[in-house]
């Protein structure tokens, strides 16, 4: 990227991660020790709301680093977009903190499809390229859902709130890339279509058939899709 772009990068980040601790207490449990590191490996039984916390004696530099945001996710595959995710698993000093981010990074006229994060606001910040962005309602009292879009270019934020359903689509002829803050360390995702169609066992063809009005066979196709 040129000398201005790294700025811009630069100044993305701290912004999207000043932006995101104002959320970052919202849903995650607030922290009671300066730092809980998360713990992979335990003999115990007892289940806790996140991850085992390290003992502090053994704790290291490396538990609070991360490295690689820089490096473009590859994104040859079918929907030509891909994620870097920066949650718990990936930086473990992240536990207890209630904050997390990504990269994601699309190929020309890529699309990161419909999906939900059931435990976290996303505040997309798009630091190179064009995206058309948006969200839809939960269901209204007039039983409508609403659909919120909008094109967004370098330098553009935008909120997705917790568990709506939401998407982007690269509509430029380049690259692009996002960065995106959560107020969780964890904020998991629902990807629409896999998990509708590809949910193992596979949910019923005729609760599908009747849920989407559709004929049978297009149901037991779009399963044969999305199916593992």
Same mark, same amino acid.
């Given at each position: 990227?040129?000398?201005?772009?790294?700025?811009?990068?630069?100044?993305?980040?701290?912004?999207?991660?000043?932006?995101?601790?104002?959320?970052?207490?919202?849903?995650?449990?607030?922290?009671?020790?300066?730092?809980?590191?998360?713990?992979?490996?335990?003999?115990?039984?007892?289940?806790?709301?996140?991850?085992?916390?390290?003992?502090?004696?053994?704790?290291?530099?490396?538990?609070?680093?991360?490295?690689?945001?820089?490096?473009?996710?590859?994104?040859?595959?079918?929907?030509?977009?891909? /994620?870097?995710? =920066? !949650?718990?698993?990936?930086? #473990?000093?992240?536990?207890?903190?209630?904050?997390?981010?990504?990269? %994601? @990074?699309?190929?020309?006229?890529?699309?990161?499809?419909?999906?939900?994060?059931?435990?976290?606001?996303?505040?997309?910040?798009?630091?190179?390229?064009?995206?058309?962005?948006?969200?839809?309602?939960?269901?209204?009292?007039?039983?409508?859902?609403?659909?919120?879009?909008?094109?967004?270019?370098?330098?553009?934020?935008?909120?997705?709130?917790?568990?709506l359903i939401h998407f982007q689509i690269n509509i430029g002829k380049s690259k692009a890339i996002a960065l995106a803050g959560?107020?969780?360390?964890?904020?998991?995702?629902?990807?629409? /279509?896999?998990? =509708? !169609?590809?949910?193992?066992? #596979?949910?019923?063809?005729?609760?599908?058939?009747?849920?989407?009005? %559709? @004929?049978?066979?297009?149901?037991?196709?779009?399963?044969?899709?999305?199916?593992?």
């Amino acid at each position: 990227m040129m000398k201005g772009s790294v700025l811009m990068y630069q100044v993305a980040t701290v912004a999207l991660l000043a932006l995101a601790c104002s959320l970052a207490f919202a849903y995650d449990p607030s922290p009671l020790q300066d730092f809980c590191v998360a713990l992979d490996k335990y003999d115990s039984a007892v289940f806790v709301n996140g991850k085992f916390c390290k003992d502090p004696k053994d704790v290291k530099a490396e538990d609070f680093f991360f490295s690689g945001l820089n490096v473009a996710a590859d994104t040859s595959g079918q929907l030509g977009s891909n /994620a870097t995710n =920066v !949650f718990v698993d990936q930086l #473990p000093g992240l536990n207890t903190l209630g904050i997390s981010m990504a990269r %994601v @990074d699309y190929a020309p006229y890529g699309v990161n499809p419909p999906h939900t994060h059931p435990r976290g606001t996303e505040l997309f910040i798009v630091l190179e390229g064009t995206l058309l962005a948006g969200f839809v309602t939960s269901n209204q009292a007039d039983g409508t859902n609403r659909l919120f879009t909008k094109v967004l270019n370098a330098g553009d934020v935008t909120v997705f709130p917790i568990g709506l359903i939401h998407f982007q689509i690269n509509i430029g002829k380049s690259k692009a890339i996002a960065l995106a803050g959560f107020n969780s360390q964890n904020p998991g995702v629902i990807t629409i /279509a896999n998990a =509708v !169609f590809g949910s193992e066992p #596979p949910i019923n063809p005729d609760v599908l058939t009747k849920a989407f009005q %559709v @004929d049978k066979n297009i149901i037991e196709y779009l399963q044969k899709q999305f199916g593992k």
